[in-house]
T-cell receptor, first 113, second 113 residues
């Protein structure tokens, strides 16, 4: 099915470990986003990429890095995972540069022990 | 202060009822506004944009009041399938900072038979 694909769907890490969350979209969208969702907090923007070759910080970028590898792919990296990064992570895309997310991936449920 | 505040609910209404949700935002220069719905443990999905003059999509009506800095969503003739969490989203970016979308914490709606 066309849309936004995130991998992995679930992951358990130990404090201090690193990992990369992968996201790919096949709709030729310009903008891509990474959000985290915590109970009672709503979705918070970590980083976004308004177009290929650009990335910008969102509300909560500390502890994360991103790479817009090409127009399709936007990865999120945790260099040294902390328990506070336990969350559900969503990738999203939009055909409009900086526009509202039109499609979300299924999410990655990440637990850090 | 949270950039986007929503009536947390939960709202529990019978089928056929009319229900309204409100959302306030902090930045008077905000550019665009949206409602999303999110089913339990699923990804958010774009429900509708909110236009200055108000807009309707079937049983759903969205309105914007820039002077008072709030948006609303009205659902008429509620269906069981409307049960979800409704997220208010405001794009507070301008120019190069487009993409700074802020999500409210969501309002939970349960429609009962």
């Amino acid at each position: 099915n066309a849309g936004v694909t995130q991998t992995p769907k679930f992951q358990v890490l130990k404090t201090g470990q690193s990992m990369t969350l992968q996201c790919a979209q096949d709709m030729n969208h310009n903008s891509m986003y990474w959000y985290r969702q915590d109970p009672g907090m709503g979705l918070r923007l970590i980083y976004y990429s308004a177009s290929e070759g650009t990335t910008d910080k969102g509300e909560v970028p500390n502890g994360y890095n991103v790479s817009r590898l090409n127009k399709r792919e936007f990865s999120l990296r945790l260099e040294s995972a902390a328990p506070s990064q336990t969350s559900v992570y969503f990738c999203a895309s939009s055909e409009f540069p900086g526009g509202q997310p039109q499609h979300f991936g299924d999410g990655t449920r990440l637990s850090i022990l | 202060r949270k950039e986007v505040e929503q009536d947390p609910g939960p709202f529990n209404v019978p089928e056929g009822a009319t229900v309204a949700f409100n959302c306030t935002y902090s930045n008077s220069a905000s550019q665009s506004f949206f409602w999303y719905r999110q089913d339990c443990r699923k990804e958010p999905k774009l429900l509708m944009s909110v236009y200055s003059s108000g807009n309707e999509d079937g049983r759903f009506t969205a309105q914007l009041n820039r002077a008072s800095q709030y948006i609303s969503l009205l659902i008429r003739d509620s269906k069981l399938s409307d049960s979800a969490t409704y997220l208010c989203v405001v794009n507070m970016g301008r120019g190069s900072t487009l993409g700074r979308l802020y999500f409210g914490r969501g309002t939970q709606l349960t429609v009962w038979p």
